[in-house]
């Protein structure tokens, strides 16, 4: 298997197309070091959490298919719920790779969090994850241990909360205008 040598590395997902190295969220900056330094993966394209609170708590609707395949034009579901397979943890941190070279490979490195969780950055890896780390900070509230510069890049300063968190209250945010006191 191609990536075995991984540090930290729990599983390997191959799905739509993608591989996915999902490993210890506490050896993330060695598995990562490894991958730019041994397997050539010189470039961090994005880093995107994503909060799966309430995962797989309630079913949803699901297609029901038949031999000649689906109706898509018949509205709703066919009754049919189906439950989401539940995730190992509330977040999963998800670091986009390319080997820019002769041979270019793409894969996701996947890390998985609970609330209040941290992880250490890898701004030190790859200096690219700077903003990216900042602004999953921001939205989600993701804490990057050692990052040199973890403040709010996207919200006001005195914004309270991660806005992009399943649990953020949303409506009855007051909206502030220029000038207001």
Same mark, same amino acid.
């Given at each position: ?13 191959? %799905?739509?197309?993608? +591989? ?79 080997? +820019? %070279? ?51 890049? +996207? ?8 806005? +992009? ?17």
């Amino acid at each position: 298997m191609a990536y075995e040598a991984t540090p930290g590395l729990v599983e390997t997902v191959e %799905a739509h197309g993608e +591989l996915t190295l999902v490993v210890d969220p506490a050896r993330i900056v060695e598995a990562c070091t490894h991958l730019r330094d041994v397997e050539g993966f010189n470039f961090l394209s994005d880093l995107s959490p994503t909060d799966y609170l309430g995962w797989a708590e309630k079913g949803v609707a699901g297609y029901y298919g038949t031999r000649p395949g689906r109706d898509m034009h018949r509205p709703g579901s066919q009754g049919m719920a189906r439950v989401p397979d539940p995730k190992p943890k509330r977040f999963a941190v998800n670091y986009h790779l390319l080997r +820019l %070279a002769d041979d270019p490979v793409r894969i996701r490195v996947q890390a998985w969090l609970d609330d209040r969780e941290e992880i250490d950055s890898v701004v030190g890896v790859w200096p690219t994850a700077d903003w990216f780390e900042r602004e999953a900070w921001d939205m989600f509230g993701i804490v990057f241990r050692g990052h040199p510069n973890l403040r709010r890049i +996207l919200m006001e300063d005195d914004w309270e909360g991660h806005p +992009l968190r399943k649990d953020y209250p949303i409506g009855g945010e007051p909206v502030r205008f220029s000038g207001e006191e």
